[in-house]
């Protein structure tokens, strides 16, 4: 008896290849619907499902592979006699190979409008219940869910037969994939009728398994796709990223994109900026003239922190870029792009990992936050709303001047990516000292004034919660700072006001608080 495949798909991408493949190794195929129409418009050889079964497709298509005739020949175990009788008995041919791939309901659920009945027609019963037939009895069929798989499939055919590996390996792809599924449905159901958060859905390959976690002690995986994020980052050279240089890179891509990443016309006002972050802080960013003014003032306003550090750049690397950071200790370095004078400069420094990171990638990417706690997951959007000046309050009797008033928005740009309780200084479009994650507000101050040094003479300072007392103020003011900005909506926000204008210091308030754990 020759060999029989089940080929039920709603993607038919590679569906006529496959099928041809099938047919060269004998097998006889049968389908049902637009699969069938889509096999016999190529010239192949097809038996509908109806005509399999002996009962024809009822309920407008929701019944056609609910048989028999169909489960009975996925189920068979071909190694129990009594299965292999009862076949004979009912007339039953066994099914070898199942291909399936389901209705597309995400796809149809992705228009938030929707209408519900639209909605209930697109999920798939016949087809879940097919590939979880063979999934369980993948010792005897082969079961097929997505048309990547249909090459590797082919080729075990050609290289003499399906071994017992590659069945157990498309068994689990066929089980995560009605698992996806129904927690797809599960999710939409939830959020119409409950009106509540969707159970969090996360479908993300395994994209390497990293040498250890942030110590050697702990063992990590990245998960992640292609397409999206970092997965579609190029790294043109260097060691393998470390599980401590992806949480550093996403910290020095998030800051340096305050500024503007990529294609200069696609993006509103940017700026030539790099960023260069130790342990997830920044602790050098600055704007400049052009890309390689901006990476000499960034790496400038802290040199000492710099060793060892990540740096992002929002533009390309030029051959000028390249000559900074060949004479420095770096673990990685990003950016839209490498020309190939600043690639041929930095190639000698073979453990420096280069990698281009496409803004398309980054527009891709999921857009809610993700964390781990014991047991359970925190989802959040992501802190990156616009800046808008325009909402903002003067509360001191000084008006900060226009140029104070730049320095202000740069340092509030800089404050919402240092860790909470944060402190920025900055003047000119560069960073002169960062406090960062201290117990107390007036501790990051100091930690940031006392690296700021001479320098914070007519600088500003951005705080990124409010000022519960006045002694930030005061502290700023003995080092010379000109003008500070925070949140505001302190109980004693009088206090610090009243030590602003005693003071001469003139004081901004933006209404939107910045804690970053």
Not at 243 to 254: F, G, Q, T, V
Not at 349 to 362: D, F, Q, S, T, Y
């Amino acid at each position: 008896m020759a060999p029989t495949a089940l080929l039920s798909v709603s993607d038919k991408q590679g569906l006529v290849p496959l099928a041809e493949g099938l047919l060269r190794h004998g097998y006889r195929l049968i389908s049902s619907g637009g699969t069938a129409a889509a096999l016999a418009a190529a010239g192949l050889p097809v038996t509908k499902v109806a005509e399999h079964t002996g009962a024809p497709e009822i309920l407008g298509g929701r019944v056609k592979t609910l048989h028999p005739r169909i489960h009975g020949g996925i189920l068979a175990n071909r190694a129990e006699a009594s299965h292999r009788a009862e076949l004979a008995a009912q007339a039953i041919d066994p099914i070898d190979v199942v291909v399936v791939n389901l209705y597309p309901f995400r796809e149809t659920v992705a228009d938030p409008a929707v209408a519900w009945e639209t909605a209930v027609e697109t999920i798939d019963i016949g087809g879940p219940a097919m590939v979880r037939a063979a999934a369980k009895n993948h010792a005897d069929v082969a079961v097929l869910t997505a048309p990547g798989q249909y090459g590797p499939f082919l080729t075990a055919l050609e290289a003499g037969g399906v071994d017992a590996a590659l069945r157990r390996r498309l068994a689990l792809e066929a089980f995560r994939h009605t698992a996806a599924y129904d927690a797809a449905i599960s999710a939409w159901l939830a959020g119409r009728l409950e009106q509540e958060a969707p159970p969090l859905q996360l479908e993300l390959p395994a994209r390497q398994s990293l040498r250890y976690g942030e110590n050697p002690h702990q063992s990590a995986t990245w998960y992640g796709t292609a397409e999206t994020g970092w997965g579609a980052a190029r790294q043109l050279q260097g060691k393998e990223l470390s599980y401590n240089n992806l949480i550093d890179l996403e910290a020095a891509l998030a800051t340096v994109r305050e500024f503007g990443y990529g294609d200069r016309a696609a993006v509103v006002a940017p700026s030539p900026a790099a960023v260069v972050i130790k342990h997830t802080n920044p602790c050098g960013v600055a704007t400049g003239s052009d890309p390689a003014d901006a990476l000499l003032r960034a790496l400038d306003a802290d040199r000492v922190s710099a060793f060892g550090g990540i740096v992002a750049l929002n533009g390309p690397v030029d051959a000028a870029a390249a000559e900074h950071l060949a004479g420095l200790f770096l673990e990685c370095v990003v950016a839209p792009s490498f020309c190939p004078e600043a690639r041929e400069r930095l190639a000698a420094k073979a453990n420096l990992r280069l990698l281009e990171l496409p803004a398309v990638a980054i527009g891709r990417a999921e857009r809610r936050q993700l964390r781990s706690v014991l047991g359970g997951v925190l989802v959040q959007e992501l802190d990156d709303r616009p800046i808008e000046p325009e909402t903002w309050q003067v509360l001191s009797q000084r008006q900060p001047s226009a140029t104070e008033m730049a320095d202000l928005r740069f340092a509030w740009q800089l404050v919402r990516h240092v860790r909470s309780n944060a402190i920025t200084v900055a003047k000119d479009g560069q960073s002169l000292g960062i406090g960062a994650g201290q117990t107390n507000r007036v501790g990051s101050a100091q930690l940031a004034l006392a690296a700021a040094g001479e320098r914070a003479r007519g600088a500003v300072l951005a705080s990124d919660g409010f000022f519960p007392f006045d002694d930030t103020v005061r502290l700023a003011a003995s080092h010379g700072i000109a003008a500070v900005i925070h949140p505001g909506g302190s109980l004693r926000d009088a206090d610090s006001i009243q030590a602003c204008d005693a003071l001469g210091l003139a004081m901004v308030v933006t209404g939107r608080r910045h804690f970053l754990h």
